[in-house]
């Protein structure tokens, strides 16, 4: 599982690479944190699930660092006015996950990934988009990751998490009034290979001064891929009529392995 990336981030996390990263600081001195992201096809029907090739999983071969770059948001897919910087990862990316996995109980398949590519953070004022895919050297790594977004503890532990991390990097003055994350599985009409998608809100108060960061997180699978768009911003969430396009893109992509 992984953190979810966007421009502020947390961490990648284990297994699927979706409890990404997402801790930063805006503009406006206030530090944010993103939710994390797992996903996969269904370990019910992993062969048939998530939109996948119907190319059984066990003949299935994982993509290499070059097909994965080709996955992931590229500048042209942006609409004009985003700027992309390059990625850089946290530096607690893979303990944050680990701790995340741990919380939920989960099984860490980050020592099953094969490769991991990440976009540009591409930002238009406060906002944030950015994207990742990685590979895995089976079926049941994504099973296991998938099975994660259906736990009943996840949001629970993301939140904690999220406070935890947060409260140390706050600046002075600062507080959090609550973080809260809602992950959905299912497609909710994206391209069926989109397996759950997410939401959350983070309010932290800065000189007596409520700022509400939004985030927002498509989990997407493909053969033996798991991949992800992260979007964040302050005081509203990106627009769906933004984000749309760009989820389909990338679930077009990973698809196609």
Partial sequence: MTIPSSAPQLGPAPGVRWAKRLLGVFAVGCVVAVLAACGSSSPKSPSTSGGSPSTSASSATPASLSQLKKIVLQPADLPSGWKGA??????????????????????????????EAHSDDFALGDASISSSASSYRSQSDLDSDVAMLHSPKLSACFEQMVK??????????????????????????????????????IKVRVNGQQVPVYLTVAFITGPLIEAEVDTENVGAPVPASVVNPLVATVATRAVKG
């Fill in 164 to 201: 935890k991390q947060l409260v140390a990097s706050l600046p002075a003055g600062a507080t959090i009034d609550s973080a809260s994350i809602t992950i959905t599985p299912g497609s909710a009409g994206d391209p069926a290979n989109v397996v759950a998608t997410g939401s959350g809100t």
């Fill in 86 to 115: 390059p990625y850089k990862p946290g530096p607690n990316d893979s303990a944050n996950n680990a701790a995340l996995v741990k919380c939920i109980g989960a099984r860490n398949t980050d020592g099953d990934k094969v490769a």
